[in-house]
């Protein structure tokens, strides 16, 4: 069965709303989350690591203030997209690595489309 | 940029035959991994292949690892039209948790 939940699978929103993306651990507890986001034919880039109880680390190029990630329990993470533009339409996968494990895990994805 | 490269960007060939898709990294690496995406959905893990290991085998998969060049290759034996779908390296970088992905290879293969 899934090992990761992510929600919504895909959004439409207006210009300047926000939209917040879950990401859920189902099986385990996941200490560190992953967020990546992907442009249409193209790979995937790391946006942040987002580990629990504590501030999320952004890689160079990611606005902070605009992909707000949250990762209040160990069992779940949030991106939140702030007054999206057409620009962040994109494909956001989260990745969970097990507690000790090793083991990496991947959401199903989120494809967000701005109007 | 971090990211690997990966080639070809795009590769066509017709079922029976095989692919082959190369990956080249810049950092020391704990593991290489090779994922599938098919069209607009989520990422399916394929192989991975540790630092210390040379070759790997999965069914019709098989998977090199050269850390002396930096480069990873997977083949794919005997190819069928349900292999069509995006393939992407990933790199596990030296002491970090980071999973850094190749900018992938789009595989068809005709019927």
């Known amino acids: 069965g899934a090992v990761v939940s992510q929600h919504p699978s895909w959004v439409i929103c207006k210009s300047g709303t926000s939209v917040k993306i879950e990401c859920r651990s189902l099986?385990?507890?996941?200490?560190?989350m992953f967020w990546y986001r992907q442009f249409p034919k193209q790979s995937l880039m790391l946006m942040a690591t987002?580990?629990?109880?504590?501030?999320?680390?952004?890689e160079q190029g990611v606005e902070k203030d605009k992909f707000l990630i949250n990762h209040a329990s160990l069992t779940l993470s949030t991106l939140t997209v702030t007054s999206a533009h057409p620009e962040d339409s994109s494909f956001y996968i989260c990745?969970?690595?097990?507690?000790?494990?090793?083991?990496?895990?991947f959401g199903e994805g989120s494809r967000l489309t701005v109007l | 940029s971090q990211q690997g490269e990966e080639d070809p960007q795009a590769l066509s060939i017709q079922e029976g035959e095989n692919a082959t898709m190369n990956c080249s990294y810049k950092?020391?690496?704990?593991?290489l991994q090779w994922y599938r995406q098919n069209s607009g959905r989520g990422l399916v893990h394929l192989i991975l292949?540790?630092?210390?290991?040379r070759e790997k085998h999965s069914g019709r998969l098989r998977v090199t690892l050269d850390t002396s060049k930096k480069s990873s290759s997977l083949l794919i034996t005997a190819s069928r039209a349900a292999d069509t779908a995006s393939y992407f390296c990933?790199?596990?970088?030296?002491?970090?948790?980071?999973?850094?992905f190749g900018t992938g290879t789009r595989l068809q293969v005709f019927p």
């Open positions: 987002s580990n629990e109880g504590s501030k999320a680390t952004y």
């Open positions: 099986d385990f507890q996941a200490t560190t």
């Open positions: 950092t020391s690496i704990n593991n």
């Open positions: 990933a790199t596990a970088p030296y002491n970090t948790d980071k999973l850094i």
């Open positions: 292949i540790r630092s210390n290991e």
């Open positions: 990745r969970l690595e097990g507690s000790g494990t090793g083991e990496l895990f």
